[in-house]
């Protein structure tokens, strides 16, 4: 894969201006269609394209040798609603509404004010068809930030996040009708929710191929629980992955059932899971050629944060987190460095890498700019339309994370160094945490102690960028509320 050499302006920070030659901009197709596909609980190792050699990923291989690898792009934060809503409006955790995941009884999450300006709004101001297939958790249902209250024409999938655990599920949301399986009842499993999603996510992307679309989808593989029908991709692990290791985890982790349905070979099944992931992404390529939109179509393909351990899942045994430190829920880099591979065949020259460095409330300016919109779109963004061009781009003064889970927790990165706070809650806890990631990946070594002025510095940084919040105060964690009647 060839790598774009990338020129750091000014301070180190990200801004970064490309070397190598892209493709005209004057050939950039106005308004390209868009396919977001959003991973569930996938780490930056899990695929091929970052190092993965036991899991099978050879379209999401194919997707980077054809498109654009980031080695340096962040989620919205480190666990699914907060970051998907960084995604959707365009801002950090620090000012975003929803900065946990709150859940509601007795289905679904809190919900965004009514009139929060997403993505998908955005989108349908500039005349674009809109679809959501996946899993919503940003307002139950009934609320004012159900889909396609807040830009999307059309949703098929699951409101509520905690739901979706579940793979065999008694009912999914077909916009806002509910839509039973009574195949699935006590326990059956005949429907399987994930290729159920992916074949209506087909038809939208069908029926909508002769004008601009966005398709968000909002995949819930490889996220707890470890269950899948047991085909040849299963069957191939299962006869690949020894059954000692198998045993030995299952022995370890007792209480690996948790709220998750259980299996006997969680291994085995994750990683048939992620290749089956896999092939959802190759149909959609294919797809796309049989349309002849491929060229004109801009493929995003990420995770919404970490990997995961719970439900039978082991991030050890396939090193999910790549060369990084921590998994879901924690702010080190595993927890939020995340794969991002982009397509643009019309744009983007294939087989580049860049390391300019991106966060998904980035998307939002970059995605009006391709769809050709005038004015200006509220966000903590900064449009990385140039890196797809090959061209010189602005970055990020710094990054901001936080998380109210654990104690609170609150990150920044600027430059190569990295900053964390933890135990925010609790003023007599709270401690702070510096590393210089160009001399230390890993997170291993903390230096605080030796640079005071830094740490005054990032200190800054995270006072300015977090916004108080009436909902979330870092006071608060695995809160439920209960629907209004």
């Known amino acids: 894969m060839k790598t774009k050499q990338l020129l750091y302006l000014s301070g180190g920070v990200?801004?970064?201006?490309?070397?190598?030659?892209?493709?005209?901009?004057?050939?950039?197709?106005?308004?390209?269609?868009?396919?977001?596909?959003?991973?569930?609980?996938?780490?930056?190792?899990?695929?091929?394209?970052?190092?993965?050699?036991?899991?099978?990923?050879?379209?999401?291989?194919?997707?980077?040798?054809?498109?654009?690898?980031?080695?340096?792009a962040y989620a919205g934060t480190t666990v699914s609603a907060p970051s998907r809503a960084s995604l959707m409006t365009g801002f950090h955790t620090g000012h975003t509404f929803i900065r946990g995941n709150m859940g509601v009884d007795p289905e679904g999450q809190s919900p965004m004010p009514a009139g929060t300006y997403t993505m998908a709004t955005m989108?349908?101001?500039?005349?674009?068809?809109?679809?959501?297939?996946?899993?919503?958790?940003?307002?139950?249902?009934?609320?004012?930030?159900?889909?396609?209250?807040?830009?999307?024409?059309?949703?098929?999938g699951y409101n509520c996040q905690t739901l979706a655990h579940d793979y065999y599920p008694d009912h999914m949301w077909d916009n806002t009708t509910r839509v039973e399986f009574p195949e699935n009842y006590d326990q059956q499993e005949v429907t399987y929710s994930a290729d159920l999603i992916h074949s209506k996510a087909l038809e939208f992307i069908r029926e909508n191929a002769d004008q601009p679309f966005f398709s968000y989808l909002s995949y819930t593989i490889p996220h707890a629980e470890m269950i899948l029908p047991h085909d040849s991709v299963y069957q191939y692990y299962a006869e690949v992955i020894p059954v000692e290791d198998e045993v030995a985890f299952v022995q370890n982790n007792p209480t690996r059932k948790g709220a998750y349905g259980s299996t006997d070979r969680p291994l085995a099944s994750f990683a048939a899971m992620v290749t089956r992931l896999d092939g959802y992404v190759g149909e959609i390529m294919t797809l796309l050629d049989e349309l002849g939109i491929a060229d004109n179509t801009l493929i995003v393909f990420t995770s919404d944060n970490g990997p995961h351990n719970e439900g039978g899942a082991n991030p050890d045994y396939f090193t999910s987190y790549g060369p990084y430190r921590g998994i879901k829920r924690d702010l080190y880099e595993g927890g939020i460095r995340v794969p991002m591979i982009m397509r643009y065949p019309a744009v983007i020259e294939a087989g580049t890498t860049t390391d300019h460095m991106i966060a998904f409330w980035d998307m939002m300016p970059t995605f009006a700019e391709l769809a050709?919109?005038?004015?200006?779109?509220?966000?903590?963004?900064?449009s990385f339309v140039p890196t797809l061009r090959g061209e010189e781009q602005e970055g990020h003064e710094y990054l901001y994370w936080e998380f109210h889970e654990g104690g609170g927790k609150q990150a920044v990165r600027w430059g190569d160094w990295k900053g964390i706070r933890l135990f925010v809650a609790d003023e007599s806890r709270t401690t702070f945490e510096l590393y210089n990631l160009a001399e230390d990946i890993h997170e291993d070594n903390n230096i605080a102690d030796q640079h005071p002025d830094i740490v005054e510095k990032l200190n800054a940084f995270i006072d300015e960028s977090h916004e108080e919040s009436e909902l979330f105060d870092f006071g608060r964690s695995y809160m439920r509320a209960r629907q209004p009647r």
Not at 144 to 150: A, C, L, R
């Open 14 to 72: 990200a801004g970064a201006m490309a070397l190598g030659v892209g493709c005209d901009s004057a050939e950039q197709p106005q308004t390209p269609n868009i396919i977001y596909i959003l991973a569930d609980d996938l780490g930056i190792g899990d695929i091929e394209p970052y190092g993965q050699t036991l899991v099978k990923t050879p379209n999401l291989t194919r997707l980077a040798e054809e498109g654009l690898l980031y080695t340096q």
């Open 123 to 156: 989108f349908k101001e500039q005349g674009y068809a809109t679809g959501c297939f996946g899993k919503w958790g940003m307002g139950y249902p009934g609320s004012d930030s159900e889909p396609t209250k807040v830009g999307f024409d059309r949703f098929f």
């Open 372 to 382: 050709g919109r005038q004015e200006a779109v509220p966000t903590d963004g900064i």
